[in-house]
């Protein structure tokens, strides 16, 4: 049987899963914010903790892998 991948082997992964834990209050409110947007939880979920992280690293508080090389 052959098998067909959907990327090459020579690409690399741009997208990686997390599994994250909420406390029902914060699990609720962001599954109530999402579905006022009209998008999936796990698609809001995704953007602030972009967002987090960007503000994070425009505000100094941590360094990249990249800089501390």
């Not at 991948?5 to 029902?24: F, H, I, N, W």
């Not at 999402?34 to 953007?47: K, M």
Request: aromatic share 8%; proline share 4%; no cysteine.
């Amino acid at each position: 049987m052959r098998t067909i991948e959907a990327y090459p082997m020579s690409q690399k992964t741009v997208s990686k899963r997390v599994l994250v834990t909420l406390p029902d209050t914060v699990a609720a409110d962001l599954e109530a914010w999402a579905e006022y947007q009209g998008r999936p939880t796990a698609n809001l979920a995704s953007f602030l903790i972009e967002l987090g992280l960007r503000q994070a690293k425009s505000n100094g508080e941590f360094k990249t892998l990249e800089e501390t090389k």
